[in-house]
């Protein structure tokens, strides 16, 4: 099973409105971050939430971890054309290892 | 201050040939990080370097698969002989510290690798 899932798969939204995006997971995390890729390109770096934080904001960005429910919410507010691209989750574990394990992505789009 | 290359952007072998991916990481990152992405299906862990060592090789799925890194700078990945199985997009990361806990990891563009 994979550790992180995020739903919906796939969002359509209107210039100008809120979008908002969640991630569940199974095990322990050290911190929770969020990427987001445009067509054929690399992954971005948006914004990281570690454990023992519950909010986070950055810009247009607000990140909520509930470590309790093992979920995570990407809220992109007054959201942009250019806001068009997959949104990934990442888990990093507690423990030895250093590696995020990613969702599948959600896709959003924003239609002018 | 530039950030990770990988080369080529594309590939396309035909079934038992060899390629060879190579990661340039932004410098001084002494953590690099290899990911696949199989069409449709997550993006997930082959292995992680810290410096020139192996710290974490538990995602490479066999002994087709060869990751180096000689002198902590570069990374390459081969893969010989390549399977169909083996298509996807193969990304590079690399980070300050592990666990991306400043500043999470910066992915390079990746590379399309298309076995016929």
């Known amino acids: 099973s994979q550790q992180g899932e995020e739903d919906p798969q796939a969002l359509s939204i209107q210039e100008g409105e809120n979008a908002t995006m969640n991630c569940s997971y199974k095990?322990?995390?050290?911190?929770l971050q969020w990427y987001r890729q445009n067509s054929g390109r690399g992954l971005v770096h948006l914004i990281l939430?570690?454990?023992?934080?519950r909010e986070k904001h950055s810009g247009r960005l607000r990140v909520t971890l509930d470590t309790s429910k093992k979920s995570s919410s990407l809220l992109i507010t007054a959201s942009r054309a250019a806001d068009t691209a997959s949104y990934f989750c990442?888990?990093?574990?507690?423990?030895?290892?250093?590696?995020?394990?990613f969702g599948k992505g959600i896709t959003l789009s924003v239609r002018p | 201050e530039a950030g990770v290359t990988q080369f080529p952007s594309h590939s396309v072998i035909e079934k038992g040939q060899t390629v060879t991916l190579r990661c340039d990481p932004i410098?001084?990152?002494?953590?690099l990080y290899w990911y696949r992405r199989v069409m449709g299906k997550e993006i997930k862990f082959l292995l992680h370097?810290?410096?020139?060592?192996?710290?974490?090789e538990s995602g490479m799925p066999n002994n087709r698969f060869l990751a180096e890194r000689t002198g902590g700078t570069y990374s390459t990945l081969k893969v010989q002989p390549a399977e169909l199985e083996d298509s996807g997009v193969y990304f590079c990361?690399?980070?300050?510290?592990?666990?991306?806990?400043?500043?999470?990891?910066?992915f390079g563009s990746g590379t399309r690798l298309t076995v016929v």
């Open positions: 939430i570690r454990s023992n934080e």
């Open positions: 410098s001084g990152h002494d953590n």
């Open positions: 990442a888990t990093a574990h507690t423990g030895a290892n250093s590696k995020l394990t």
């Open positions: 990361a690399s980070s300050q510290r592990p666990k991306g806990d400043r500043g999470g990891y910066t």
């Open positions: 370097f810290v410096k020139e060592s192996k710290q974490d």
């Open positions: 095990t322990s995390i050290n911190n």
